[in-house]
């Protein structure tokens, strides 16, 4: 299955050289003075939606800017733990280098040598999990213990990484062994480490604010210029909704499927008869309607405000 590459807007002062699902990639159009200037990149967070694979016509107004504005109160919280790509979301009317007209929804980020693989860690059983662990009684090669259900929280967080997918194709879910044979032992043990501590230090400080996150994806880069050429470091987007699984704590009921701080909107509505959608089919999704965009809208707003303790004004 492949899905059309989204148009990305153009941004003064940048050059596109690339679009994911959500994300658009700039490099700088002009060189920089001063050593490493250019060695940077500006991330935008769109306001598009995908599901099942597609990237949706319909986006959902002000989600790039909770997205960046997350993934940022994130990567302070986690600043001791591991480096980060973040070098700046300060716009250009307040003296930084993020050009007004994506203020808010942008991050200047450091260049990475990215590593190839998803650092996907669970704390709760559920999805794609869930399916393994029906037929294996395993998630990516680590042994669970029997009886578990949909939303059972596992006797400790589990690392099961997957590999990257191109735009339109479903990340694979691997063992560590493979994902050592792809980027060498030392590294994918690096990686499994590196991931569990921030799903660890995640976990605690949501819980804390009556969410459970269940699930989270990560990716990670080598450095490859300034004084720490060679350490690993976090990039991406970190602990949103679209990367993670948040669960409402009062609300938790193994044994079926939890509520969400997510787009379960978007994919119940799709799936459901209102659609009218064959989700075997090659046709893409139809447009969403408004009463599904405004609460999926919600529930991401609600998400930022909830973790945070910060009010989001879109």
Same mark, same amino acid.
């Given at each position: 299955?492949?899905?059309? #590459?989204?148009?990305?807007? =153009?941004?003064?002062?940048?050059?596109?050289?690339?679009?994911?699902?959500?994300?658009?990639?700039?490099?700088?159009?002009?060189?920089?003075?001063?050593?490493?200037?250019?060695?940077?990149?500006?991330?935008?967070?769109? %306001?598009?939606?995908?599901?099942?694979?597609?990237?949706?016509?319909?986006?959902?107004?002000?989600?790039?800017?909770?997205?960046?504005?997350?993934?940022?109160?994130?990567?302070?919280?986690?600043?001791?733990?591991?480096?980060?790509?973040?070098?700046?979301?300060?716009?250009?009317?307040?003296?930084?280098?993020?050009?007004?007209?994506?203020?808010?929804?942008?991050?200047?980020?450091?260049?990475?040598?990215?590593?190839?693989?998803?650092?996907?860690?669970?704390?709760?059983?559920?999805?794609?999990?869930?399916?393994?662990?029906?037929?294996?009684?395993?998630?990516?090669?680590?042994? #669970?213990?029997?009886?578990?259900?949909?939303?059972?929280?596992?006797?400790?967080?589990?690392?099961?990484?997957?590999?990257?997918?191109?735009?339109?194709?479903?990340?694979?879910?691997?063992?560590?062994?493979?994902?050592?044979?792809?980027?060498?032992?030392? =590294?994918?043990?690096?990686?499994? =480490?590196?991931?569990?501590?921030?799903?660890?230090?995640?976990?605690?400080?949501?819980?804390?604010?009556?969410?459970?996150?269940? %699930?989270?994806?990560?990716?990670?880069?080598?450095?490859?210029?300034?004084?720490?050429?060679?350490?690993?470091?976090?990039?991406?987007?970190?602990?949103?909704?679209?990367?993670?699984?948040?669960?409402?704590?009062?609300?938790?009921?193994?044994?079926?499927?939890?509520?969400?701080?997510?787009?379960?909107?978007?994919?119940?509505?799709?799936?459901?008869?209102?659609?009218?959608?064959?989700?075997?089919?090659?046709?893409?999704?139809?447009?969403?309607?408004?009463?599904?965009?405004?609460?999926?809208?919600?529930?991401?707003?609600?998400?930022?405000?909830?973790?945070?303790?910060?009010?989001?004004?879109?």
């Amino acid at each position: 299955m492949t899905a059309a #590459l989204p148009t990305a807007a =153009d941004v003064p002062g940048w050059t596109h050289t690339y679009s994911g699902k959500v994300r658009d990639l700039y490099v700088p159009a002009e060189p920089s003075s001063g050593p490493g200037a250019d060695d940077v990149v500006l991330v935008v967070a769109s %306001d598009r939606i995908s599901a099942y694979d597609h990237v949706l016509s319909t986006p959902v107004p002000g989600k790039g800017v909770v997205l960046t504005q997350l993934s940022l109160w994130w990567f302070e919280q986690l600043a001791d733990l591991v480096p980060t790509h973040v070098v700046s979301a300060a716009a250009e009317r307040e003296g930084g280098r993020v050009p007004d007209a994506v203020a808010g929804r942008a991050m200047v980020c450091r260049r990475l040598d990215m590593f190839p693989v998803e650092c996907v860690a669970r704390g709760y059983l559920t999805g794609s999990g869930l399916a393994e662990y029906a037929t294996s009684g395993e998630v990516c090669g680590v042994p #669970l213990p029997p009886g578990l259900v949909d939303g059972s929280r596992l006797p400790a967080p589990i690392f099961t990484p997957a590999t990257k997918a191109a735009v339109g194709e479903h990340d694979e879910n691997v063992s560590l062994e493979v994902v050592a044979a792809r980027i060498g032992e030392p =590294d994918a043990h690096l990686l499994r =480490d590196l991931t569990l501590a921030v799903y660890a230090r995640a976990e605690a400080v949501a819980r804390e604010r009556g969410v459970l996150l269940a %699930d989270t994806k990560l990716e990670f880069g080598r450095a490859t210029t300034g004084p720490d050429a060679g350490a690993v470091v976090l990039g991406d987007e970190v602990l949103t909704p679209d990367s993670s699984r948040f669960w409402p704590l009062d609300g938790w009921e193994p044994g079926r499927a939890q509520p969400s701080f997510d787009k379960q909107f978007v994919r119940d509505w799709l799936t459901s008869p209102a659609s009218g959608w064959d989700r075997a089919s090659d046709a893409p999704p139809p447009p969403l309607p408004d009463d599904v965009v405004e609460r999926t809208r919600q529930r991401y707003v609600e998400a930022f405000e909830r973790l945070t303790g910060r009010t989001l004004s879109l």
